[in-house]
């Protein structure tokens, strides 16, 4: 079974403060993803990754950005955290060929206070 | 610019009916559309996929259908349990942009 893995079910974080969001999969894919879930919303992408080192915006990238330095690790970083980023946020991996499927890890819920 | 869009943000139907629901899209140059389910507190598992080039995908008791002329697709539960009680989401993707574009989501009650 493909697993995803996010580094915190549940954070709570200051406005202005830096945050890190980790998130690991386990099936060696070589794409991966960033969305966060807001009701009546949906989910929207921030960022994605096709490779280590690579990285493309999504459809909401600002005030977020990313690293993958190791292809099974994928970190959303929020440089200076806001009321306004308080959201589920969701990382997904996929194969090369079937970047269609999507796998999802449980989501971090994050509170900017 | 919203080009998933599911219009019912809940749907409420008894144990044992056919839950039916809906996702319309404005790209036809989109390749796949699928399926995610979604429980609290977990992240979306993939549940149903169909190919724009087919009309009808089924599995077990799920299945989807499109209709690419009035860019509209569905998602059939029968019969439906108490189990399948969650959001659901509709999702396109096309080759071109390499990435799923997601609707709203329609949460699903099931009563027994």
Same mark, same amino acid.
Request: net charge neutral.
């Given at each position: 079974?493909?697993?995803?893995? @996010?580094?915190?079910?549940?954070?709570? +974080?200051?406005?202005?403060?830096?945050?890190?969001?980790?998130?690991? %999969?386990?099936?060696?894919?070589?794409?991966?993803?960033? !969305?966060?879930?807001?009701?009546?919303?949906?989910?929207?992408?921030? /960022?994605?990754? !096709?490779?280590?080192?690579?990285?493309?915006?999504?459809?909401?990238?600002?005030? /977020?950005?990313?690293?993958?330095?190791? +292809?099974?690790?994928?970190?959303?970083?929020?440089?200076?955290?806001?009321?306004?980023?308080?959201?589920?946020?969701?990382? #997904?991996?996929?194969?090369?060929? =079937?970047?269609?499927?999507?796998?999802?890890?449980?989501?971090?819920?994050?509170?900017?206070? | 610019? @919203? %080009?998933?869009? @599911?219009?019912?943000?809940?749907?409420?139907? %008894?144990?044992?009916?056919?839950?039916?629901?809906?996702?319309? !899209?404005?790209?036809?140059?989109?390749?796949?559309?699928?399926?995610?389910?979604?429980?609290? #507190?977990?992240?979306?598992?993939?549940?149903?996929?169909?190919?724009?080039?087919?009309?009808?995908?089924?599995? =077990?008791?799920?299945?989807?259908?499109?209709?690419?002329?009035?860019?509209?697709?569905?998602?059939?539960?029968?019969?439906? %349990?108490?189990?399948?009680?969650?959001? /659901?989401?509709?999702? #396109?993707?096309?080759?071109? #942009?390499? +990435?799923?574009?997601? =609707?709203?989501?329609?949460?699903?009650?099931?009563?027994?």
């Amino acid at each position: 079974d493909v697993k995803v893995t @996010q580094s915190s079910r549940y954070l709570v +974080k200051r406005t202005g403060e830096k945050v890190f969001l980790e998130c690991v %999969q386990d099936m060696d894919h070589e794409n991966m993803f960033w !969305y966060r879930q807001d009701p009546g919303l949906g989910l929207r992408l921030i /960022y994605f990754s !096709y490779d280590v080192k690579m990285k493309e915006k999504g459809d909401i990238p600002e005030g /977020y950005s990313v690293s993958r330095e190791k +292809k099974e690790r994928f970190s959303l970083i929020l440089e200076s955290a806001s009321t306004n980023q308080t959201s589920m946020y969701l990382c #997904a991996s996929s194969t090369g060929t =079937g970047v269609y499927e999507q796998y999802f890890g449980p989501g971090t819920r994050l509170t900017v206070t | 610019d @919203q %080009q998933v869009k @599911q219009n019912s943000p809940s749907l409420s139907v %008894q144990e044992g009916r056919i839950s039916i629901l809906n996702c319309d !899209y404005t790209n036809s140059m989109f390749d796949y559309f699928l399926w995610y389910k979604k429980y609290p #507190a977990e992240g979306p598992t993939f549940l149903i996929s169909i190919s724009s080039i087919k009309d009808k995908n089924e599995d =077990g008791r799920f299945t989807v259908f499109l209709n690419k002329s009035a860019k509209h697709l569905s998602l059939h539960i029968v019969p439906s %349990q108490p189990g399948d009680s969650a959001v /659901y989401f509709c999702a #396109a993707f096309f080759q071109g #942009a390499q +990435k799923l574009v997601f =609707g709203q989501g329609t949460r699903l009650t099931i009563n027994p």
